[in-house]
DNA sequence: CTTGACTCCGTACTCAGCTACAGGGTCTAT
DNA sequence: ATAGACCCTGTAGCTGAGTACGGAGTCAAG
């Protein structure tokens, strides 16, 4: 659980493709290398912005090896750039309405309405 | 399909408590108020952002309504706006990583190193 | 040189979050 | 007043993302 993954996650990870067959011992046990830690993480971390495994694997995917794919590679980048915008910008708002609350917690203004509703609904 | 959510899904969040069983006409039909759809959208943009619908729950619960229970929703509040901070950052830098792939695509310098998991390597 | 805690693999189960039925009622349009 | 497209209910099935199980091998500690 070295990254906070049990080894049945990353079997599964491994599977659908996310994570490469890492190099074996002569025993047959798998042994990360520090990037492939990271790889993980990132996985990990990915999934709580709300990004499904297979989304992620887009990303993971992003490089440029060859000038040739750049122009694909690249609008892909700019697809997911967009829904990383507009993820940052509904948090955001919803930071904003919880700031809100704390205040008139702190004030002791009870709101019977509820501010996050208030504060999002606009879309 | 008024807010892009069938009615079955609907029915669902009415099981889990996330949505309040709306009025019905005589036939027994459910009627919407515009706030409850607004409630429906907000549910499904937290989805996005990586919210599961317990999480949801506890954000539309988060209000002040009585002075005593001030305190234990401030708390949560707070911790749900940590929480969201955390999700900020992590998105921002994932905005960062892709958009120097991009420019790196633009510049035509192809970097076969995956440039999102570089920038994101560090915790 | 064995015990306990780990790994391996394949398969099967679980849980959240929908999604689809079946068998009925209702509403609108022709 | 009948067809077609909706809604109602309850229950069953599906997909994504793990999680557990069983039978076997491995490894460090005592």
Redesign the pocket.
Known sequence: MSAGV????I???ERKGLLLEPP???????QYSPEAVERLKFIRRA?GLGF???EIGDLLELRVDEVAACGAVEMRAREKLKSITQKLNELRRLKRALERLVGACVAREPTSDCPILEEIEDR
Request: charged share 30%; aromatic share 16%; proline share 0%.
């Open positions: 049990g080894i049945e996650t079997r599964f990870y074996r011992t002569a025993a047959g046990y798998r999934q499904t495994l297979e």
